[in-house]
């Protein structure tokens, strides 16, 4: 199964079914639409029409079409997925299995809001978006206090918090934990805390044994789930297992190709090791992924400055982006102003 934040971009493309699929070097797409009637009833109502395509010939195997209230969601989730595994002739292993029958909550305004707060933690690592996710998390857990996976997703958004220095204290960091034990103690064995686990180990205490212990457990639950991958290829970095981390971002790229976080990190890795060649080309491929994001112009802009040591390369790269809000963005262009011994334009920004 193709990651969420690969199939996200193709979400309003021009490309057609047989582009998706060589691209992403799949068999199979499900695409369908989705119509709200948020004025009847209490909850709205809610039409999905999915459709499971082959990509070889672009046949449709199975269509169907949903009109339920919106209270039905997961009933509908779960009913799509099984015909869907039935259509392809496909064995679940039993965390999938469970997977498809779990109801996460029965409040839909928690749901929403906590389907929010996954989207603002995939905008940006910037410390806005990060604490939007926060935001959005808390709202849901406060909304449903019984919604684990919630509970699980807000550890994960203190830790980054803590992580990143945007709140860099013990009560940040005690929120992270209480956040996964609460989860933990809503659902035992519940994946997605173990993964909340594994970053509150890495990230807040450091302790990197621990760390791997639950990642290795998330990621067996959560077989398609990137981010146990992408919390072992951290805690490689730090351990100087740079082979090791590497073959995990192989792994990953097969779940998440056109992952921009992915091709940040990967070209984080080649950086450090002094691959700087691989390390830009991995820039690229997030630029291209997505150009209107700022993170991928200031990571490059660094490599270059640490590859020849002057600033035109990296100037160029920051003056390609589009108009962004971002003070990373500013920061590296203030350091290229002092690297440069331009004082005037450097307290100007």
Not at 38 to 65: A, F, K, M, N
Not at 152 to 180: D, N, Q, W
Request: net charge negative; charged share 30%; hydrophobic share 40%.
């Amino acid at each position: 199964m193709i990651s969420r934040t690969s199939a996200r971009r193709y979400a309003d493309t021009n490309k057609s079914i047989h582009e998706i699929g060589e691209e992403l070097e799949v068999g199979y797409v499900l695409e369908g639409t989705i119509r709200w009637d948020r004025g009847v009833e209490d909850y709205g109502r809610v039409r999905i029409t999915p459709q499971l395509i082959r990509v070889t010939d672009d046949s449709h195997l199975w269509s169907e079409r949903y009109d339920r209230v919106l209270e039905d969601i997961f009933t509908v989730q779960s009913d799509i997925a099984e015909q869907v595994i039935s259509q392809l002739q496909a064995t679940l292993l039993e965390p999938e299995q469970r997977a498809i029958k779990a109801r996460p909550t029965d409040n839909m305004e928690a749901y929403q809001a906590y389907l929010l707060g996954v989207q603002y933690r995939w905008v940006s690592e910037e410390e806005r978006y990060q604490r939007l996710t926060v935001e959005m998390l808390e709202r849901a857990v406060r909304l449903d206090p019984e919604f684990a996976v919630a509970h699980a997703m807000l550890s994960e958004a203190h830790s980054r918090l803590y992580h990143h220095r945007y709140e860099f204290t013990a009560e940040r960091l005690k929120m992270a934990r209480t956040s996964a034990e609460k989860a933990m103690e809503l659902h035992r064995g519940l994946p997605e805390a173990h993964r909340a686990l594994g970053f509150y180990n890495y990230w807040g205490l450091r302790d990197y044994d621990r760390a791997l212990e639950q990642f290795a457990i998330a990621a067996e639950g959560l077989p398609n789930d990137i981010g146990p991958l992408a919390g072992m290829c951290g805690v490689f970095r730090r351990l100087g297992r740079w082979d090791e981390a590497l073959e995990v971002y192989k792994t990953r790229q097969r779940f998440d190709p056109q992952g921009y976080f992915l091709a940040i990190d990967t070209s984080t890795t080649y950086r450090v090791l002094r691959k700087f060649e691989k390390a830009v080309n991995e820039t690229g491929r997030a630029i291209s992924i997505a150009p209107d994001r700022a993170d991928a112009y200031w990571e490059g802009a660094w490599t270059y400055l640490l590859w020849d040591g002057t600033t035109n390369h990296a100037r160029r790269l920051l003056e390609s982006a589009p108009s962004l809000d971002s003070p990373s963005i500013e920061y590296m262009s203030l350091l290229l102003d002092l690297y440069d011994r331009q004082p005037e334009s450097a307290m100007a920004r």
